[in-house]
């Protein structure tokens, strides 16, 4: 698939499943689900007709893994990055020594003073290595990485999930467990 047709269904797919469903009336159910043949007619009724091929090519080869399907395949999900409350039954794991994050420097004071906060989002996104969070900052400008002490968070009771996507979620970092 040409990369920019991919890139255009990718972007399409997160924005519905993951923000706004509605914009094309398209039902979520609590854990995320939508139905697959109901996204690709909803999809072309919104004048961004895909075929079910297009969507288990980008769903196999998106870079980020960003999207899943039900086991008997009728059903597709974002694996994370969601605006809207979900349930994706995400397990407690124990997270490494450190994690990281990628910002940029307009928002260290904030982080310094508040630690790091969900935002839009349903959790604060941490990265398993600094080239992930290099590039998850650079998508805002220079990036800064931050250590985050997620062992010590995790023994002052800190809830850690991993997503299906390899991304470490926890509900916030407070400053203390944060290397500036
Ligand atoms: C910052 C992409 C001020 C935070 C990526 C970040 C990731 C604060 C921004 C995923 C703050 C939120 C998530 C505070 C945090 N004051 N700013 N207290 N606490 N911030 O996009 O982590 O392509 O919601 O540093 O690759 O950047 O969508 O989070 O800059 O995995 O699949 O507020 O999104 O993946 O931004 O990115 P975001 P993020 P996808």
Request: charged fraction near 30%; charge should be positive.
């Amino acid at each position: 698939m040409e990369k920019a047709r991919e890139k255009f269904i990718s972007k399409f797919m997160s924005y519905v499943l993951r923000h706004h469903p509605e914009v094309i009336g398209l039902k979520v159910d609590a854990f995320g689900w939508a139905n697959v043949q109901e996204l690709l007619e909803k999809a072309t009724a919104d004048s961004r007709k895909f075929t079910l091929e297009e969507m288990e090519y980008v769903v196999a080869n998106n870079a980020k893994q960003r999207f899943g399907f039900s086991e008997d395949k009728t059903k597709i999900r974002a694996n994370q990055g969601h605006s809207f409350p979900v349930n994706l039954e995400l397990e407690l794991v124990m997270p490494p020594d450190l994690l990281y994050h990628g910002t940029v420097s307009k928002f260290l004071e904030a982080i310094k003073d508040k630690g790091l906060k969900k935002m839009d989002r349903q959790h604060v996104h941490l990265s398993p290595d600094v080239e992930t969070a290099k590039a998850v900052g650079s998508r805002r400008g220079k990036p800064i990485i931050l250590k985050i002490r997620a062992k010590a968070m995790h023994e002052a009771g800190h809830a850690f999930y991993l997503s299906a996507n390899g991304v470490w979620l926890t509900e916030n970092v407070p400053a203390e467990f944060i290397e500036f």
